[in-house]
């Protein structure tokens, strides 16, 4: 059974940062595409950045674009999303999923692409 572990969210000021961190269980993790996904209470789940298996291409929305900075460590089986310059609307569960892409070069964005998820870390941003 793949299981995948999210840690580090926690509680912070405007101007903050927190380090992420998403552990897997899947043997095939390194040839995996990750992501991270946010939802905030009342709110859909939204795409916040995605990963190729070998970390070489990557994705943001818009609204993170040079504040987070999604990376992995295929020999740990870890997926890291640094966040930064937090603000109160970044407040959500943040969520790590997997989806086996067998060494692919393409990025996926919708939630629906992706075949494993973690149960997510809080974030809360105070002003």
């Known amino acids: 059974q793949v299981q995948l572990v999210e840690s580090g969210g926690g509680s912070v000021q405007a101007g903050g940062s927190l380090r992420l961190s998403c552990a897997a269980s899947?043997?095939?993790?390194?040839?995996?595409?990750m992501g991270w996904f946010r939802q905030a209470p009342g709110k859909e789940r939204d795409f916040v950045a995605a990963?190729?298996?070998?970390?070489?291409?990557?994705a943001y929305a818009d609204s993170v674009k040079g504040r987070f900075t999604i990376s992995r460590d295929n020999a740990k089986n870890t997926v890291y999303l640094q966040v930064n310059s937090l603000n109160p609307e970044n407040t959500a569960v943040y969520c790590c999923a997997d989806r086996n892409a067998v060494r692919g070069v393409s990025l996926y964005a919708r939630a629906d692409e992706y075949h494993y998820w973690g149960k997510g870390t809080q974030v809360t941003v105070s002003s």
């Open positions: 899947r043997r095939t993790f390194s040839r995996d595409a």
């Open positions: 990963i190729s298996w070998s970390g070489g291409n990557t």
